[in-house]
Structures are given as C-alpha cells and as structure tokens.
C-alpha cells in the first residue's frame, strides 16, 4: 500500500517532520468493523475507482485484512471504532490488510478532514490528552526498523518520524506515539470483556490527496493488518499474549459477518501457503475450472513474481486476472447461453439481460491452488446487477496499468460467504464455505477452552442509514485481563 522514496530524498524528508514535533505515543485496542457503503447504490464507475484506487496501494507495498460486506454490487471499504488513550477517545479507522502501520490524524494537522458524510464524529489526537500517551524516539529500536536503520539527525528527545506514499498520490506523514488502544476480548462463547493493549501507532500530522480535508468520506485514519513487525497484530504477537492467526466470513447475503484473531477450530479450514519473501497475501494459484472444464492456460501465468502472481485481498470488491485468462473464462461463461444479447458497460463491464436463475444457468468457477486447495465461486457470487443488467464481476488486468496486467487479485467477489482464515505462525493461509451469519469456534491457546464467536451487525449512526455491520473481535489469550505495561 505504501511506496518509499529514495532513502535519501526520504531522510530529508523526514528530518522536516522530525524537527516539527516534540511529542507523541500510542497503544493498540479493539474495535467493531462498519460497512461504509452499506445500503448504498453506487455507479460501477465508482465501484472500478475503489479497486483501482485500491490496487494502487497495494502495489506500493502493503497487505491488510478487511472485514466487511462481500456483495460486489456495492462499494466495499470498511472502517473500526476503537477507543485510544487515558480517558479513552473513540476513533474511526480503515480495517487495512494492505497496510502495516496504524495511524490516526493529530491535533497539529492542519489539511485532516474535519468533517464526514458518513455520519460519525472525527477525532484528531491529543498526546496532551492522554495520561498514557507517550513519544516514540527517534533513537528507539522500532524506529530504526522501520526506517531500515538510524536516521541521520537524530538526537536525545526527537520523535520518531513517518512518511507514507501511496500509490494514487495521497500520502500521510507524521510522527510515532504509543497509547493504550480499548478492545474487545472474548471470555464467553457470545461474550465480550474490556481489555486493552500497548501499541505503537503514527500520529498523522500532514495529510495529502485523497486522505486530506477535501475528502467528504472521510475516517480517522487506518489500522494496519499486514505482515511486518509494525502492525497491530505482530505488535501483539511479540508479547507472546496472541498468536497471529486471525479470519474473517464476509456475509454476502445479508452483510455483515465475523473478523476474529485466534485459533479458529470449527469449521475446519483447508490451507495452502503463503509464497515466502512476498509483501502481500501471495498464494501459488495452479488452475482455473469453468463448470466441469479447466482452461488451457501458459504454464506461468500465475508464476509469483514482482507485479504477477495471486494475491488474495478482501480490501479489493471484484476479482482481476490475467487477459489470457479473463478473456477464455468470459467466453467460457457467456457460451453457456447462445442467445445472450452481451453489452459493454462502461467500456470495460460486460453485462446482459437474464431473468432465469443464474444458478442453474451458468458455471461456477473453481479456482485451485497448490495442496489441493480450490476456492468454488458460484455465479450468483460473480454476476451482480446493474440497471436491469447482470455483469460480470471478473475483471481483466490486462486493461489496467502496466504494473498491474499480470497480476491476480482475489477480492470479496470470491471471498465472501466463506471464513478465510490467515495463519501468519505456519505461513499459511486458507478458506471454507460457511454461513456468515452463524458461528465459529475459537480456541484459548493458553486453557484449550473453545468459545463461540458469532456475527454482529452493528447500526450505524448518521444519514446513511446502514442496515448491517460488521463486530471485529479479538481473541487474546486470558493473560491479557492483566494490563500491558507501555
């Protein structure tokens, strides 16, 4: 998600923030996951900008795991009310996959939004305001991770800066703090606890783009999920108090679902692995089946590699493959019904009129990847409406950028109505078609007590009118009852 500059262009860079900031610190909670376009219609040129937009972050360079609604026919971005601080201040963040780091914007940022349409309250951060707010220095071992080694200028009492450039040209810098960050801890089955926990976080101070004071949707900043030692997960993990294994069941019938971090333990999950020394969720894709038959296809075309290869993202709402693999798997679809009028949308959407059932009408299609794991899309999952219209929610990165031609990217068009789970311990990751709506069974890794953790829909406050959300709960062992010392 996020793109670095040349490491000389960016220490400059960074010095300039680093000189205009003297405080700061942060720590890292739970929080409940909303839809933010629940319930409403957008354009499918509104849909495309999402993924576009999207797919730019990630090719700078970022993972996360989002909850939210899997129905392609609607806008997917999701966002977490957590609390941070002492007394605790609630925050709207974007549940990032993408992204390592969290960040929330601060009481010094003069271009932060101060106002959404999405009917919440922004909050800007005030260390002052914190009794356990604290600055990260420049001279602290996360620091220097983070900045691949000690900055140059860096001297006693000098924050710990950030700068974040993501591909669609917006970016955030600022400075590192760390607080306390309220969460839900499960303790039942059905049941919830307070807890909290200590993470570090930026302090977003300079705000550029789509990320600045002309966005009218905007939140409060966003919460990494990804794969580095930054994020909040690994951040949690290093205390040895929960493992980094988190899922998610995206409901794509009703909207809504579950996110959790544990053991998951029922239902059973098959796994394949994550491809080593990748940035993202990168799996070895092996085939692709339209009904009873598999596409010929190159040998290499899902071969992992810098800008090719499956990644599976539920930050991203259709799904985009290869043009030598887009284009036989239309045509696959399309000839299941001879007598399809097949328009164009958009230059880019290929719809049509249908008032059968397109399950019984169409193919599913079935994905396969390496240990025998298949992921099965039924056409009621990748046809959507569209002004009277059915179209196709397969998507050819072949008419993207050039970075992006190659690449395969597997987005809630195949994601929802399965719990996919991701287990960061084993380098694995895997999926199962599951009732979102239902429950799963998480284990305490600490007692092997199994709970039950179920979906939430959550009402959201504002003119939207959000019919369904989603409650993100986090599972940590029972020693987190006792409080995480900054």
């Known amino acids: ?101 969290m960040w929330v914007n601060c009481i010094q940022c003069r271009e932060c939004p101060k106002t959404s349409s999405l009917g919440i309250d922004l909050t800007l951060y005030n260390i002052n305001e914190s009794d356990t707010g604290k600055l990260v220095p420049c001279d602290q071992e996360f620091c220097y991770e983070i900045n691949g080694g000690p900055l140059p200028g860096c001297t006693a009492n000098m924050s710990c800066p950030y700068l974040e450039i993501y591909g669609d040209g917006s970016s955030t810098a600022g400075y590192f703090v760390k607080d306390v960050v309220q969460y839900a801890r499960v303790s039942g089955d059905l049941i919830t606890t307070a807890a909290n926990g200590s993470v570090i976080f930026g302090c977003g101070a300079r705000q550029s783009g789509d990320l600045g004071s002309s966005n009218e949707e905007a939140l409060d900043g966003i919460l990494g999920f990804g794969k580095s030692n930054s994020s909040m997960i690994s951040q949690l993990a290093v205390t040895g108090k929960v493992k980094k294994i988190f899922a998610h069941c995206l409901d794509g019938t009703n909207g809504g679902g579950i996110f959790v971090i544990g053991h998951v333990v029922q239902p059973k999950v098959n796994m394949t692995p994550l491809i080593p020394n990748q940035p993202h969720y990168n799996v070895n894709m092996t085939a692709v089946q339209v009904g009873h038959d598999f596409l010929s296809l190159p040998t290499d075309v899902f071969e992992a590699g810098d800008r090719k290869g499956a990644i599976i993202d539920s930050g991203t709402t259709l799904a985009y493959l290869p043009e030598m693999v887009y284009k036989p798997l239309v045509s696959k679809i399309i000839s299941q019904q001879p007598d399809l009028k097949v328009h164009t949308v958009r230059d880019e959407y290929t719809c049509f009129q249908y008032s059968e059932s397109l399950d019984d009408g169409f193919p599913n299609v079935t994905l396969h990847f390496e240990n025998s794991v298949a992921l099965k899309v039924y056409p009621h999952e990748y046809l959507f409406p569209f002004e009277g219209l059915w179209c196709i929610g397969w998507q050819n990165s072949g008419m993207q950028s050039r970075d992006r031609r190659n690449m395969t990217l597997l987005g809630d068009l195949v994601l929802s109505n399965k719990l996919v789970l991701y287990d960061l311990e084993n380098q694995t990751i895997g999926w199962t078609e599951y009732n979102c709506s239902s429950s799963i069974e998480v284990q305490d890794e600490r007692t092997g007590t199994v709970h039950l953790v179920g979906s939430h829909y959550i009402n959201s406050a504002g003119s939207l009118n959000v019919q369904w959300a989603i409650l993100l709960l986090l599972l940590l062992q029972s020693t987190l009852l006792l409080s995480l010392v900054c």
């Open 1 to 101: 998600m996020v793109m670095k500059m040349a490491e000389a262009q960016s220490c400059i860079l960074l010095l300039i923030i680093m000189i205009s900031f003297t405080i700061v610190s942060a720590n890292n909670g739970a929080f409940s996951v909303k839809y933010k376009y629940a319930g409403l219609q957008r354009s499918l040129s509104d849909l495309k900008a999402h993924d576009d937009q999207r797919q730019l972050r990630i090719l700078a360079g970022v993972d996360l795991p989002l909850g939210g609604i899997g129905r392609p026919d609607i806008l997917g971005l999701y966002y977490a009310k957590i609390g941070i601080g002492t007394p605790t201040k609630d925050y709207y963040v974007q549940v990032d996959t993408g992204s390592d780091i």
